[in-house]
C-alpha cells in the first residue's frame, strides 16, 4: 500500500506557515451585518476556565451549517434538550428571534440569515476568538481547550493528508486535550502516527487494547515501531491514556476521556483490528473513584464523544463528575443541562455543536472544591473575528499541496488515487464549480435532508437501481440556494475512508429490516442503545415511520416512488455506499456525485431535484422536537 509522506508534507506545512501573511478570510460587504458591542467579551467569573469546540469535522475555513428543525426526543429525553428546535428552543433558552443567536441555534429563517450574517466557524476565526478569551481569563495558564472528537475526517484535505491537516492546525489553535470518534475511521498506524504529531493529550478510558493481540506478536511489534505508543498500561490494556491531570489558575483538573462507544459498530473494524470499545460505565466509575481519592483534585470532568443523551445517563449514574463536555450528536446548546447524579450532586452536561460554529466557556470558581460555575457558548460568525494570521498561511499552504499518486483515498487499491486530479492542487479540485443550487442544500436532521436526496439521487444514476440508501450521519455542511455547489461541498458529504459504493438485489422484507434496525439504533427509549446518527436517507422510496413504537413495529406503508408497494418477498435492485463490513467494488462516492450533478444540470447550470423522499410520521405532532416539517406527519 502507498503510504502518505507524512514528514515532506509536515516540512512543507511549517515552511508555508512561516513564509506567507496573506489573509484567505476577510469580512465582505454582503455579510456587513454590525456585531453587537461586547458580543465576544466574557471575563473570567474565577479562577479556571474550560474552553470547548468538537465535532469540527475537517472544516478548517468558514461554512454554512443549517441546524435541525427535526430533532425528536423519545421516553426520558421526550422535550429535554437537545430535543426541542426552532422557536421553541429559543423561547426554552431565553433567546430573541431575528439575532445572531438565533441564526446560530436554530434552522430559522436560515437562507436570509446566512445572508445576513455570513458563514460561521473556520479555524482562523476561532484561533482568535480563543486567544481573546484565554487574555480575558488572565493568561493562557488560566486556560484548559478541550476537543471532543470527530475532529480529523470530513473534508477532502483532511482524507487527502490523512487527518494531518487537522492536527497540525490543533496544534496551532492550542488544543490541549482530545478524544476520538471518527479519528479511528484511519487506519492504527496512522492514528498512532498523529498522536504522536498531536502536542497535546490523546485521552480514551474505554479504548482498550484486545487480548488476543496482547499476546501476539503484532501489537508488540506496533508499539515498537511507534516507539512505544498504542499501548499505554499493558496490565489495564489501555490503548490510551485514560485521564490527564492539568492544573488551571492554581487549581487541579482531573480530565477523563471517553471515546465513542459503539466505534466498532459504526466504523469499519479493520481499521482498528487490535482496539475495542465501549461504554464501560462500570470502569468510569471506578476510574473516577480512584481519581477522587488518590489524585485528590479539585473537579473531575468528562471530555465525552458519547452523545448529549448519553451523557446526561452518564452524568445521573456516574458519582463524582462535575461537568461533561460532550459531542457526536452535534448538538449546539447555548446552555448546559444541570444533573443530579446518584450521589445528589450536581453535574453540568454541555454540547458545543459541530463544524466550528461554536465555543464553549465553563469559568470555575475553585478554592477547596467548585464554588461556582458560569458557563456561555459563543457562536462563532466569521466575518466578525479577524482571522489569524499563522492560521490562515498555515491553510493556505496546506490547500496549495499537489494531489499525486501517494493519495489514499480508498480502501480498495484501484481507487487509491484518481489519475484525474493528479498534478492539481487541492485548491483547484475543491474550487471547482459544478451547479447552482435550486434550494438551500442540507443535512443535518433526524430525516431526509435536501443533500441527502442529492446523494441518493446520484446513487440511483449511477446504477439504474429502484431504491438508494445513505448513511444518516450528522457531518456535512449546507450549501445556499442560489449559490454553486462546489467540489468542496460535495466532498464535506462524502469524505470518508469507505466511500467505496455498491449495487445489489434485496428482498422486501431484507430492505424494511434494515430500515428498522436503524430506526431502532435512533429512536430505543434507553439512550445507551442508542447510535447517535440519524435516519438511514432512502431515495426512491417513501414509508411511514411511527417513532413512538417497538422494533419491527415502526414502519409501515413503504412505496417506490411509482406507487408500488415494498413487497417481502420481492427483488429490488437497491445501492449504496459506506459499507462497515467487506470493501465493495464501486465506485468512490465524491466522483459519482460530481459526474451525476454535472451531467444533471440543466441549460442554466442549475441542479433540480423535483422530489424530496420525506417520510410520513406518526405521532409526532405534539413533539417540541420536530416544526415546519416538509412532508406529512400527525
Known amino acids: 500500500m502507498n503510504k502518505f509522506d507524512r514528514r515532506d508534507f509536515i516540512k512543507l506545512m511549517g515552511a508555508g506557515a512561516?513564509?506567507?501573511?496573506?489573509?484567505?478570510?476577510?469580512?465582505?460587504?454582503?455579510?456587513?451585518?454590525?456585531?453587537?458591542?461586547?458580543?465576544?467579551?466574557?471575563?473570567?467569573?474565577?479562577?479556571?476556565?474550560?474552553?470547548?469546540?468538537?465535532?469540527?469535522?475537517?472544516?478548517?475555513?468558514?461554512?454554512?451549517?443549517?441546524?435541525?428543525?427535526?430533532?425528536?426526543?423519545?421516553?426520558?429525553?421526550?422535550?429535554?434538550?437537545?430535543?426541542?428546535?426552532?422557536k421553541k428552543l429559543l423561547k426554552h433558552m431565553g433567546l430573541q428571534e431575528n439575532t445572531p443567536e438565533s441564526y446560530a441555534y436554530s434552522y430559522l429563517n436560515f437562507q436570509n440569515d446566512a445572508k445576513k450574517y455570513g458563514k460561521t466557524g473556520g479555524y482562523p476565526q476561532i484561533k482568535t476568538l480563543l486567544d481573546m478569551l484565554r487574555e480575558q481569563a488572565g493568561g493562557i495558564e488560566n486556560t484548559l481547550t478541550l476537543d471532543g472528537g470527530d475532529l480529523w475526517q470530513g473534508s477532502g484535505t483532511s482524507l487527502w493528508t490523512r487527518g494531518v491537516d487537522m492536527v497540525e492546525a490543533s496544534n496551532i489553535l492550542g488544543l490541549d486535550v482530545m478524544v476520538g470518534h471518527w479519528e479511528f475511521t484511519y487506519r492504527e498506524e496512522e492514528v498512532l502516527s498523529n498522536v504522536a504529531l498531536f502536542k497535546g493529550d490523546f485521552i480514551g478510558q474505554n479504548v482498550r487494547v484486545k487480548e488476543d493481540a496482547l499476546f501476539g506478536d503484532k501489537y508488540a511489534t506496533m508499539v515498537e515501531r511507534y516507539d512505544g505508543r498504542g499501548l499505554y498500561n499493558e496490565d489495564s490494556g489501555h490503548a490510551f491514556r485514560p485521564y490527564v491531570i492539568k492544573e488551571i489558575g492554581g487549581a487541579r483538573v482531573a480530565v477523563v476521556?471517553?471515546?465513542?462507544?459503539?466505534?466498532?459498530?459504526?466504523?469499519?473494524?479493520?481499521?482498528?483490528?487490535?482496539?475495542?470499545?465501549?461504554?464501560?460505565?462500570?470502569?468510569?466509575?471506578?476510574?473516577?473513584?480512584?481519581?477522587?481519592?488518590?489524585?485528590?483534585?479539585?473537579?473531575?470532568?468528562?471530555?465525552?464523544?458519547?452523545g448529549m443523551d448519553v451523557d446526561i445517563k452518564m452524568a445521573e449514574r456516574v458519582p463524582g463528575l462535575n461537568a461533561v463536555f460532550g459531542g457526536h450528536t452535534h448538538d449546539g446548546m447555548p446552555k448546559p443541562l444541570k444533573v443530579k447524579n446518584k450521589a445528589g450532586h450536581d453535574c453540568w452536561v454541555t454540547n458545543a455543536g459541530s463544524n466550528g460554529k461554536y465555543v464553549g466557556v465553563m469559568d470555575f470558581d475553585i478554592d477547596n472544591g467548585i464554588k461556582n460555575m458560569t458557563y456561555k457558548m459563543f457562536p462563532?460568525?466569521?466575518?466578525?473575528?479577524?482571522?489569524?494570521?499563522?492560521?490562515?498561511?498555515?491553510?493556505?499552504?496546506?490547500?496549495?499541496?499537489?494531489?499525486?499518486?501517494?493519495?489514499?483515498?480508498?480502501?480498495?487499491?484501484?481507487?487509491?488515487?484518481?489519475?484525474?486530479?493528479?498534478?492539481?492542487?487541492?485548491?483547484?479540485?475543491?474550487?471547482?464549480?459544478?451547479?447552482?443550487?435550486?434550494?438551500?442544500?442540507?443535512?443535518?436532521?433526524?430525516f431526509m435532508g435536501t443533500w441527502d436526496q442529492v446523494l441518493c439521487n446520484a446513487l440511483r444514476h449511477e446504477y439504474g437501481a429502484d431504491v438508494a440508501m445513505s448513511a444518516g450521519v450528522r457531518w456535512g455542511t449546507t450549501t445556499l440556494e442560489g449559490e454553486w455547489i462546489t467540489m468542496e461541498d460535495v466532498m464535506t458529504q462524502c469524505s470518508m475512508t469507505y466511500a467505496e459504493t455498491y449495487v445489489q438485489e434485496m428482498k422486501g422484507k431484507d430492505l424494511m429490516n434494515i430500515i428498522e434496525s436503524v430506526a431502532d439504533n435512533l429512536f430505543d427509549p434507553d439512550p445507551y442503545l442508542q447510535s447517535g446518527g440519524d435516519m438511514v436517507r432512502l431515495g426512491g422510496m417513501d414509508y411511514t415511520i411511527d417513532p413512538s413504537k417497538k422494533l419491527y413495529e415502526r414502519i409501515t406503508e413503504a412505496r417506490l416512488d411509482n406507487g408500488h408497494l415494498i413487497e417481502p418477498e420481492t427483488m429490488y435492485k437497491v445501492t449504496g455506499w459506506a459499507s462497515v463490513n467487506q470493501a465493495p467494488d464501486g465506485r468512490l462516492m465524491w466522483d459519482i456525485v460530481r459526474d451525476y450533478i454535472i451531467a444533471t444540470r440543466d441549460k442554466d447550470h442549475v441542479l433540480r431535484l423535483p422530489k424530496i423522499n420525506h417520510p410520513k410520521l406518526i405521532g409526532v405532532s405534539a413533539n417540541p422536537g420536530i416544526a415546519d416539517y416538509p412532508g406529512v406527519m400527525s
Open 18 to 86: 512561516a513564509a506567507s501573511s496573506v489573509p484567505l478570510f476577510w469580512p465582505s460587504a454582503a455579510h456587513a451585518q454590525k456585531m453587537p458591542k461586547n458580543f465576544y467579551d466574557m471575563p473570567i467569573n474565577g479562577n479556571a476556565r474550560i474552553l470547548h469546540i468538537t465535532d469540527i469535522h475537517g472544516q478548517l475555513q468558514p461554512v454554512y451549517f443549517r441546524e435541525p428543525n427535526v430533532n425528536l426526543g423519545v421516553g426520558d429525553a421526550y422535550g429535554r434538550p437537545p430535543h426541542i428546535v426552532g
Open 380 to 446: 462563532i460568525i466569521s466575518d466578525w473575528l479577524a482571522p489569524d494570521k499563522e492560521m490562515t498561511a498555515y491553510i493556505e499552504q496546506m490547500r496549495s499541496k499537489v494531489y499525486d499518486e501517494k493519495i489514499i483515498e480508498s480502501r480498495v487499491s484501484k481507487y487509491f488515487y484518481n489519475p484525474k486530479r493528479a498534478g492539481k492542487t487541492y485548491k483547484e479540485i475543491l474550487d471547482e464549480k459544478l451547479a447552482i443550487a435550486d434550494r438551500t442544500l442540507y443535512r443535518r436532521g433526524n
Open 257 to 306: 476521556g471517553q471515546a465513542f462507544p459503539r466505534t466498532a459498530n459504526a466504523n469499519p473494524q479493520e481499521f482498528f483490528p487490535d482496539w475495542s470499545f465501549g461504554l464501560r460505565e462500570d470502569d468510569m466509575i471506578t476510574l473516577v473513584e480512584n481519581i477522587r481519592s488518590e489524585e485528590k483534585p479539585d473537579a473531575v470532568v468528562l471530555l465525552s464523544h458519547n
